[in-house]
């Protein structure tokens, strides 16, 4: 992919008068750049340097700086491998994860905000969903900055939503109380591949003026479809076993093939049980 045109490549040409010029920030190419990295030189990152990212990644903004995210840095090589031995394994393991030679675990933790009304004798009257999906916001806002941190570093970074696919064992592992969730995984560390740049949707199906509207949103899935298809095909397809082959598989026959099939039904169980309440 050339270094010039990288908005048009990846939203499409609807994307060609935003295209970065000189004078664009130097992360503003890097986002636009930017892409996951599971293949990673076997290098450990050195403890401050991931401190560092972790400080740098803390300073995202957060609602109503209540501040209701952790990250769990695992430096156990030990834990770091029976936790990544987890994440391979089962109908949703993912084979790449057992290579990740820096693992982080970015929580929702809304423990310390009920702590807070215990140490200062007030009731805490918001116990409802509000409570979970706040921490899940600032964790996932924190991660997001994480990566950017990271990249910006020359470091190559996939989150892993696979840490809730054994949520009661992976909090076993990380003796994780009631109120303190993982939201994601993150694998850092040295690229052993280039990032893809993987195409995304055409910008009028995800950038709204003033309205939201969909009234397009068929075709730009099939423009995308075409133009995905074209640059980046899909060299495998889910689910044959079940569904056979498609003649022409593009994203929207691979994600519509994705979820047609159960996947963590159990986690609004797990949520429930470690204490919070989701109505
Ligand atoms: C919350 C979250 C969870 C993710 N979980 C996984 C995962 O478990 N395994 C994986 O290979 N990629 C995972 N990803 C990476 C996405 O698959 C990736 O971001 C997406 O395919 C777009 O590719 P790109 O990041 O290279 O642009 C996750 C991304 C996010 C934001």
Redesign the pocket.
Known sequence: MDEFHLLSKRFGPLAADLELDDSAPAVHRQLAK???V?KFRPEQIQGHVLRRLCALALCAPTKSDLQQRDIIIIDSPALRSEICVLLASGRLG?K?LEEVPNLLIFCGNNRRQRRLHALRARPFVNDHLDAFFNATVDA?IA?SSFVVAAEAAGLGV?????VRNHPDRLAELLNLPEQVFP??GLAVGYPDEP????LRLPLPATIHHNTYTDDTLDAAIEEYDRRRSAEQPYVTQRYVNELGRSESYGWSEDKARQYAFPERQDFGTYVKRIGFKLD
């Open positions: 930017r892409g996951s599971r993912q790449w996932a991660l996939c989150p892993i939503s696979a939201v994601a990032p893809p740049r993987s």
